[in-house]
């Protein structure tokens, strides 16, 4: 079978839990241990905190963490790779490094450094710079700018020694691919090879999402207390095996990788990351043993010669505030709560002379409010209200914040919740993301003072486009009954930016005309129409029996700038589940699950 690398996934995001990587360094007889710690808006938030520590600006649990593990990572021989830098990977190692020096435990840690664009701002705005979802202009002061490095420089840092490499803003993927590059020779031009890597560093980037968390069919996935966390067993020709650390809670299938596989990653045929173009269409997924799912089929092509890079500034202030409705007619209470709020607060930011709220936000939670059209509208006795703006100045946010308690004693009996204050006023941080050529940056790896400049290959033209596949739509024939998408499928929604993606996917492959004649990009963008302010895009993914939608414009600006309960889209793909499906009624005596969703 020749060489197989094991890599484990302990931390899928900035704040999960510490167990993650204590697992697998206990008990996942790993050879590299990875992690994420990097969301988009995780930038600004580091940026920010560099401010005012300017020798701070990385996560610093992940020093006093990694500080404990060192002895069993010295004594297992586990490398590790992280994004843990942040917005100051150097001053990230140099911590870590004098804790283990400390400590007497002897491994070298190195720093990739690269990705901060901040020096390159006014030169980008000058050359005319556009977000590539909107064509608005680089704002004038950012909190921070990072390209999206890739696999490249942390590979050379392990070909060097390092024993632990920190990056900066890298694409999540990259710390898997990077140590598949350095332990099989990989070189820059295998881009099949390079697609597959991706794909494994995709799977078990976010961690326990891969290993039956957030599932579609959450009552099938045992352990919830002791979730394994993912491993990938990876060959030189590209397969890998996702498994878990034996006797731990979750569920490795073919639905739960599926599922991870589609999240975030917008058209399947063209997932562009800085060192190729990953084609995810034709994916083959077999379950091999138990918790053991055996993936192939990933396919590349040539890198475009751009960078991804994500900029973030603030706009203004916003202030959210939550409060409990009890009762009869709860909803309609706290519907009338939160436009008598926003009435107060109007009327006092006119008489002080200031600007209305830029924008405005009133969910009801309980009462179905985030469906829109498609709400089952719940006669609900307790609902939570959500009210939340966005103003200029923070005055203006303020006002909000002053006057949300008094609806406790001037508005509807049954309110609760507010023992903890008033809602705090806090910086709209906004994203901005667009290309830069690659030839602006040079990634260096520094390892024992020594740094070491990388070189990128960048394409001398653009990548060739492909023919996209387009399934012609099968008629249904005979009869028909209307079943809930649940019932023929599963899913998972996330976002980037201000876009969501909803993966769909067939139980059964016999099941996918059904799903292409119901959720047409027409169909879905009616459903999701109170959402949404741009179009939605279908995308067809055959190996995996389904397709993603890409919903644009779907998040109120995404992250923090959104002023929603969801700003990520994470509901999306359960929202959807409920969209009635007409499938032929011949089906239901050869599906029983069908039976128990069929409308009486």
Not at 117 to 146: I, Q, Y
Not at 197 to 223: K, M
Not at 491 to 508: E, H, M, Q
Request: glycine share 12%; charged share 20%.
């Amino acid at each position: 079978m020749g060489e197989i690398v094991r890599i484990g996934c302990g931390g899928g995001f900035w704040g999960d839990s510490d167990q993650g990587p204590i697992q697998l360094v206990d008990h996942g007889e790993i050879d590299f241990l990875v992690m994420d710690y990097l969301a988009e808006i995780t930038m600004s938030l580091l940026a920010r905190a560099r401010v005012k520590q300017p020798d701070g600006g990385y996560p610093a649990d992940f020093v006093a963490l990694f500080a404990r593990l060192a002895p069993a990572l010295a004594a297992k021989r586990i490398r590790v790779v992280a994004n843990a830098g942040g917005v100051n990977p150097a001053g990230c190692r140099d911590a870590l490094q004098a804790a283990l020096d400390a400590a007497g435990v002897a491994l070298k840690v190195a720093a990739v450094t690269g990705d901060d664009l901040l020096f390159a701002a006014d030169r980008l705005r000058a050359e005319g710079v556009r977000e590539f979802a909107t064509g608005a202009p680089l704002p004038s002061k950012l909190l921070s700018m990072n390209a999206y490095l890739g696999a490249l420089p942390i590979a050379a840092a392990l070909d060097a020694g390092a024993d632990i490499v920190i990056t900066g803003r890298c694409v999540d993927s990259a710390i898997v691919l990077g140590p598949l590059i350095h332990r099989f020779g990989w070189t820059a031009d295998q881009y099949d090879l390079l697609a597959a890597g991706s794909l494994a560093g995709h799977v078990i980037e976010c961690g326990t999402q891969a290993t039956g968390g957030v599932s579609t069919d959450w009552r099938d996935v045992p352990g919830w207390d002791r979730m394994g966390y993912p491993i990938v067993e990876c060959h030189a020709d590209g397969r890998f095996v996702m498994t878990k650390p034996p006797g731990t809670g979750g569920l490795v299938n073919p639905a739960t990788v599926a599922e991870q596989i589609v999240y975030e990653i917008g058209d399947p045929a063209r997932y562009i990351l800085p060192d190729v173009i990953c084609d995810f269409r034709h994916l083959k997924l077999t379950q091999v043993g138990p918790d053991r799912v055996l993936v192939e089929g990933a396919k590349g092509l040539p890198p475009t010669r751009s960078y991804k890079a994500s900029a973030t500034y603030a706009d203004g202030f916003k202030c959210a505030g939550q409060l409990m409705i009890g009762g009869r007619d709860a909803a309609a209470k706290a519907r009338r709560t939160g436009e008598a709020l926003l009435a107060l607060a109007r009327r006092l930011l006119a008489e002080r002379g200031l600007e209305d709220f830029r924008r405005s936000s009133i969910e009801v939670l309980g009462a179905d409010d985030t469906y829109g059209p498609a709400a089952f509208k719940p006669d609900a006795r307790e609902v939570i209200l959500k009210l939340a703006v966005d103003h200029a100045a923070r005055e203006g946010a303020e006002i909000l914040s002053r006057e949300f308690l008094t609806s406790a004693t001037g508005m509807a009996q049954g309110i609760t919740g507010f023992a903890g204050g008033r809602p705090k006023v806090t910086p709209m941080v906004r994203l901005y993301s667009c290309l830069i050529d690659k030839g602006l940056l040079t990634p260096i790896v520094t390892l024992a003072g020594c740094e070491h400049r990388i070189a990128i290959p960048i394409p001398s033209e653009a990548p060739p486009q492909q023919t996209i596949e387009t399934p012609e739509a099968e008629a249904l024939n005979g009869p028909l009954t209307t079943v809930p998408l649940i019932a023929i499928a599963y899913g998972r929604s996330g976002d980037k930016g201000d876009d969501a993606n909803i993966g769909v996917l067939a139980r059964d492959p016999a099941f996918v005309p059904a799903l292409a004649a119901a959720l047409t990009p027409e169909t879905v963008q009616d459903y999701f129409a109170h959402l949404l302010t741009g179009p939605v895009e279908r995308f067809a993914l055959p190996g995996l029996h389904g397709f993603n939608f890409l919903l644009h414009g779907a998040l109120d600006g995404g992250g923090t700038a959104s002023l929603r309960h969801d700003p990520q889209g994470k509901a999306f793909a359960q929202m959807l589940m409920d969209f009635p499906v007409p499938v032929p009624t011949e089906w239901l005596a050869h599906h029983p699950r069908l039976a128990g969703f069929a409308a009486p």
